[in-house]
């Protein structure tokens, strides 16, 4: 999906204010590996004028209307540390891990971003496994205690077109919120491009561990499974155990 201008305003907003005015204080995990689209009548953006002056790597060569870069790289001239995960990368750098798989880095993050990544969890893998259930959880354990996500995902039931393998709404994140202690900081859904999203940011609060298998599965009805699961959305609720 790519990360935008208005994204960038975001996290560095929210972060500011819930978590340190100083950012380069802080260390940030990136779900996937991103491209920073910068459109051409963006090209003066106070945010990223200066970054693009260093002539940073391009993520793409091909784009005629933007100028798109490595998100990370541009996240690395502002917080401590950024890091990336992702089933497919093309930086060396970024970890080639799969979030159907449990993850631990020996670390763990400030803020975390989720921008188009969890709703393709179990796109392309076919294995019969709760691969939201290890997502979400992955997340939680990653993220330090009064840590930051910011979810970015495809909407309900408010597209035509359904993207991905599970598709979201804003009472899934409300509900799993309350159940992990999370404090949301902003849950709306807003069109991108041609898509709506759901755009929930929260907090972590504590230290507590992530729910049950079993308590997350009653979040399952306020998912949307599109055909693009693997298994087919039957087998995959066939295998849920509530």
């Known amino acids: 999906m790519g990360v935008k201008i208005f994204d960038i305003e975001d996290?560095?907003?929210?972060?500011?204010?819930?978590?340190?005015?100083?950012?380069?204080?802080?260390?940030?995990?990136?779900?996937?590996?991103?491209?920073?689209?910068?459109?051409?009548?963006?090209?003066?953006?106070?945010?990223?004028?200066?970054?693009?002056?260093?002539?940073?790597?391009?993520?793409?060569?091909?784009?005629?209307?933007?100028?798109?870069?490595?998100?990370?790289?541009?996240?690395?001239?502002?917080?401590?540390?950024?890091?990336?995960?992702?089933?497919?990368?093309?930086?060396?750098?970024?970890?080639?891990?799969?979030?159907?798989?449990?993850?631990?880095?020996?670390?763990?993050?400030?803020?975390?971003?989720?921008?188009?990544?969890?709703e393709h969890v179990g796109e392309y893998d076919n294995i019969l496994k709760n691969t939201q259930y290890q997502a979400f959880k992955n997340i939680h354990n990653l993220l330090n205690s009064k840590g930051l996500v910011f979810n970015v995902v495809p909407a309900r039931y408010e597209n035509n077109e359904l993207h991905g393998a599970f598709n979201y709404s804003p009472q899934f994140f409300e509900k799993l919120a309350e159940l992990c202690n999370y404090k949301i900081l902003y849950n709306e859904i807003k069109k991108r491009g041609d898509i709506y999203h759901v755009y929930c940011y929260f907090l972590k609060l504590d230290e507590s561990t992530f729910i049950s298998e079993k308590e997350f599965n009653q979040l399952i009805n306020l998912l949307l499974l599109t055909e693009r699961i693997k298994p087919k959305p039957k087998k995959y609720l066939e295998s849920i155990q509530y």
Do not use: A, W
């Not at 990136?30 to 260093?54: A, C, P, R, S, W």
């Open 11 to 118: 996290i560095l907003k929210f972060s500011k204010e819930y978590l340190d005015t100083k950012l380069n204080n802080l260390n940030l995990l990136e779900l996937g590996e991103q491209e920073l689209k910068i459109f051409n009548n963006e090209l003066e953006n106070n945010i990223t004028k200066n970054f693009l002056k260093k002539n940073p790597r391009k993520y793409s060569n091909k784009m005629k209307n933007r100028i798109g870069v490595y998100c990370k790289d541009f996240l690395s001239s502002i917080f401590n540390k950024v890091s990336s995960i992702d089933t497919h990368t093309t930086c060396k750098k970024t970890l080639k891990l799969n979030l159907i798989d449990e993850i631990d880095l020996g670390e763990n993050f400030d803020v975390i971003t989720n921008f188009g990544t969890t």
